[in-house]
């Protein structure tokens, strides 16, 4: 049999994309655009959620924007309820909306553990919940959890960041597992290093004019030999936004460059 391409086009899905004022979320809701969908998306406050209206603008993209912690349980459901009464209800969820914060772990307070964790962890587990009693009843859903190569490696200072991504890892896994049978497929997407603001310390360039050291050392374990950039991550996000990927389940789809095949090149 032929393959549909149309199984690609996301025409007459609604998209909810958290923390897409700019960044991974933001370039992951432009190709979910591309492909038809309608764009929703949320940030912490109203500055970030007007410049990304902007931006999607910029790009003759409509979308529709709100201002939402999703940390906090309350406005999340109302959140939803107002998507479903203002334009419809969520058939794409993607867990986007994200904080590291990089401190030895000896050194951190635990509250800083801990606001890491509510965001990163807990706050996809609100937002899933939020979403999957509407896809039960339709009959279909996708949740895309935005994962990292912290999902499977650890590294100084972001123990925290590492020990949510991992649970997120195990989140995708159980979300599979509960409701797979209802048509709803959650699947990670893993990024690995991205040219955006939350990695722009890792790639200063040093008083002495070289390479920021993270970046060489980057750039040796990277067989692609480079960041990579938001762009990157648009086709896989769609294909698992999409009915190509209806009997994919409970896995991470890793857009890192190569780096978790890769020993890392003899200096
Ligand atoms: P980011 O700087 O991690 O932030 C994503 C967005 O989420 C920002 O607009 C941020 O607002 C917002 N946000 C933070 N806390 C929130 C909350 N409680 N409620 C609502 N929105 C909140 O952007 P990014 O680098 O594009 O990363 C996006 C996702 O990819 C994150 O989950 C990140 O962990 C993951 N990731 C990033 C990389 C990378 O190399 N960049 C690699 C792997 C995975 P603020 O600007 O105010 O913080
Ligand atoms: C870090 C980076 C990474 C990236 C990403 C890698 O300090 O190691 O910020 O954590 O953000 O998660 O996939």
């Known amino acids: 049999m032929a393959f549909d391409m149309s199984k690609f086009s996301l025409a007459g899905k609604t998209a909810l994309v958290t923390g897409a004022s700019y960044g991974i979320g933001f370039a992951i ?16 406050n109203e500055e970030l959620v007007q410049k990304g209206m902007a931006a999607y603008a910029e790009k003759g993209i409509k979308v529709h924007g709100y201002v939402c912690d999703v940390t906090d349980e309350e406005a999340v459901m109302a959140l939803i309820a107002r998507i479903e009464k203002d334009v419809a ?23 800083e553990f801990r606001k890491v964790i509510d965001v990163d962890l807990v706050a996809p587990y609100i937002m899933a919940k939020a979403v999957i009693p509407s896809m039960m009843k339709r009959g279909h859903g996708k949740i895309i959890n935005i994962c990292s190569m912290m999902s499977e490696l650890g590294r100084e200072t972001v123990s925290a960041y590492a020990s949510a991504k991992g649970g997120l890892k195990m989140l995708t896994r159980n979300i599979c597992s509960e409701y797979g049978q209802y048509n709803i497929q959650c699947n990670g997407l893993g990024p690995g290093y991205i040219e955006t603001p939350q990695t722009a310390p890792l790639r200063e360039i040093q008083p002495d004019g070289s390479r920021h050291p993270f970046d060489q050392f980057l750039r040796a374990k990277t067989p692609a030999e480079r960041w990579g950039t938001p762009e990157d991550l648009m086709g896989p996000a769609l294909f698992l936004a999409s009915e190509a990927s209806d009997f994919v389940n409970g896995q991470v789809l890793y857009v890192d460059g190569g780096i978790l095949a890769y020993i890392g090149r003899q200096p």
């Open 29 to 44: 809701a432009e190709g979910f655009a591309a492909a038809g969908a309608t764009i929703v998306f949320n940030d912490i």
């Open 89 to 111: 209800p969520v058939d794409i969820l993607v867990n986007n909306a994200g904080i590291i914060r990089r401190i030895p772990m000896h050194e951190m307070e635990s509250s």
